[in-house]
Nanobody, 123 residues
Framework: QVQLVESGGGLVQAGGSLRLSCAASGRTFSTLTMGWFRQAPGKEREFVSAITWSGGSIYSEDSVKGRFTISRVNAKNTVYLQMNSLKPEDTAVYYC????????????????WGQGTQVTVSS
């Protein structure tokens, strides 16, 4: 079993930055592909970015490329999402997720989920 706890959300002005963290419990973190998703009010949960167990492969949604960066430190059982040049449309609850195997961008491919952290970007 893997438990995930996100932190780092908050209120920021457009153009600002935030760094989200996701701390994982369990001894298998270094074998897991980790992903970030987000869900805005009234919308479906959508993929943001994912990183393989080694950090050697990353996949990000086009809307965040060049602005968001996913990374991980296996020694700390933590995955990060650095978000720069934030826009009001980035406002959402951001979720961390984990899975075995390769990168994936659909919610049903991930086995473990955190509780989410709110990110609000004001214009």
């Amino acid at each position: 079993q893997v438990q995930l706890v996100e932190s780092g959300g908050g209120l920021v002005q457009a153009g600002g930055s935030l760094r989200l963290s996701c701390a994982a419990s369990g001894r298998t973190f270094s074998t897991l592909t980790m992903g970030w998703f987000r869900q805005a009010p009234g919308k479906e949960r959508e993929f943001v970015s994912a990183i393989t167990w080694s950090g050697g492969s990353i996949y990000s949604e086009d809307s965040v490329k060049g602005r968001f960066t996913i990374s991980r430190v296996n020694a700390k059982n933590t995955v990060y999402l650095q978000m720069n040049s934030l826009k009001p449309e980035d406002t959402a609850v951001y979720y961390c997720a984990a899975k075995q195997g390769w990168l994936a961008r659909t919610t049903n491919e991930y086995d473990y989920w955190g509780q989410g952290t709110q990110v609000t970007v004001s214009s």
